[in-house]
């Protein structure tokens, strides 16, 4: 009876020290597992680290972004590099020379201020009868071209089929030639008489000449201007014709 209480309590012992074993054993593999993963993080880490650190390939390089204001600019026509802002700068063309510009400039000035000789081909001439003073007529010449003439001198008369030209009056010379330009007109007095019994009898005339003077003293330039004269025109060789004058009174005060 006793030996089967001492062998319980053995058994009952035994039993109590294989759990606790066993307990122990559990508790150890837990720590051990637990170090394990603790260790192994790190590991983990240094792998991500080292990844991410690690430079790419060298069969696919990288490109290089470019920095701002550090692009290197175009070659302008000249050869140089202009400094680089990111933004092309372009070279102007040559400018034209100012002997170029001159030579413009001299030919358009030369083609405008060309001038010429008042003539029946550049000219409108016309002829009418005026109140005052008395047996006087208006010579009216106008300049119908294109370019600057200049009246030279005194008109050269001639009635119907006289072959002298009419008298001039010199004492109506102006001080410079007459210039018309394009649209302008210039006036001369015809005194169709002198005084009464100086001379031969006045004549009647129904046709006018008007020839133009050169450049030259006595000179004739260009073709005539014919012109029908008024209803009982009469002269004689006493009788005269002004220089060409710029004003229409200036020419009738003779």
Same mark, same amino acid.
């Given at each position: 009876?006793?030996?089967?209480?001492? /062998?319980?309590?053995?058994?009952?012992?035994?039993?109590?020290?294989?759990?606790?074993?066993?307990?122990?054993?559990?508790a150890d593999n837990g720590n051990?597992?637990?170090?394990?993963? %603790?260790?192994?993080?790190?590991?983990?880490?240094?792998?991500?680290?080292?990844?991410?650190?690690?430079?790419?390939?060298?069969?696919?390089?990288?490109?290089?972004?470019?920095?701002?204001?550090?692009?290197?600019?175009?070659?302008?026509?000249?050869?140089?590099?202009?400094?680089?802002? #990111?933004?092309?700068? &372009?070279?102007?063309?040559? @400018?034209?020379?100012?002997?170029?510009?001159? %030579?413009?400039?001299?030919?358009?000035?030369?083609?405008?201020?060309? +001038?010429?000789?008042? $003539? %029946?081909?550049? +000219?409108?001439?016309?002829?009418?009868?005026?109140?005052?003073?008395?047996?006087?007529?208006?010579?009216?010449?106008?300049? $119908?071209? !294109?370019?600057?003439?200049? @009246?030279?001198?005194?008109?050269?008369?001639?009635?119907?089929?006289?072959?002298?030209?009419?008298?001039?009056?010199?004492?109506?010379?102006?001080?410079?030639?007459?210039?018309?330009?394009?649209?302008?007109?210039?006036?001369?007095s015809i005194g169709l008489t002198?005084?009464? %019994?100086? #001379?031969?009898?006045? /004549?009647?005339?129904? &046709?006018?000449?008007?020839?133009?003077?050169?450049?030259?003293?006595?000179? +004739?330039?260009?073709?005539?201007?014919?012109?029908?004269?008024p209803a009982n025109t009469v002269?004689?060789? !006493?009788?005269?014709?002004?220089?060409?004058?710029?004003?229409?009174?200036? @020419?009738?005060?003779?």
């Open positions: 009876m006793r030996s089967n209480r001492i /062998r319980t309590t053995v058994i009952a012992a035994t039993a109590l020290l294989a759990a606790l074993s066993l307990t122990a054993c559990g051990s597992e637990s170090s394990k993963a %603790g260790a192994a993080a790190p590991v983990a880490n240094t792998i991500d680290k080292q990844a991410t650190s690690q430079p790419e390939s060298p069969s696919r390089p990288r490109s290089a972004t470019p920095k701002a204001g550090a692009t290197e600019a175009p070659v302008t026509n000249s050869g140089t590099k202009t400094s680089g802002s #990111g933004t092309t700068k &372009h070279t102007a063309p040559p @400018a034209r020379t100012d002997a170029n510009k001159a %030579g413009t400039t001299a030919g358009t000035a030369t083609s405008s201020t060309k +001038t010429a000789t008042c $003539t %029946g081909s550049n +000219t409108r001439t016309s002829v009418s009868k005026v109140t005052r003073p008395i047996n006087h007529l208006l010579l009216t010449v106008t300049n $119908t071209g !294109n370019r600057t003439c200049y @009246a030279y001198y005194a008109p050269k008369l001639r009635f119907d089929d006289a072959q002298a030209v009419f008298p001039i009056l010199e004492d109506s010379q102006p001080q410079a030639v007459v210039t018309l330009n394009p649209g302008e007109s210039a006036y001369a002198g005084e009464p %019994g100086a #001379g031969p009898a006045p /004549r009647k005339a129904t &046709h006018l000449q008007v020839n133009f003077a050169g450049k030259n003293p006595g000179s +004739t330039s260009g073709t005539a201007a014919e012109l029908n004269l002269w004689d060789d !006493n009788g005269f014709v002004t220089y060409w004058q710029t004003e229409m009174s200036d @020419a009738l005060q003779y």
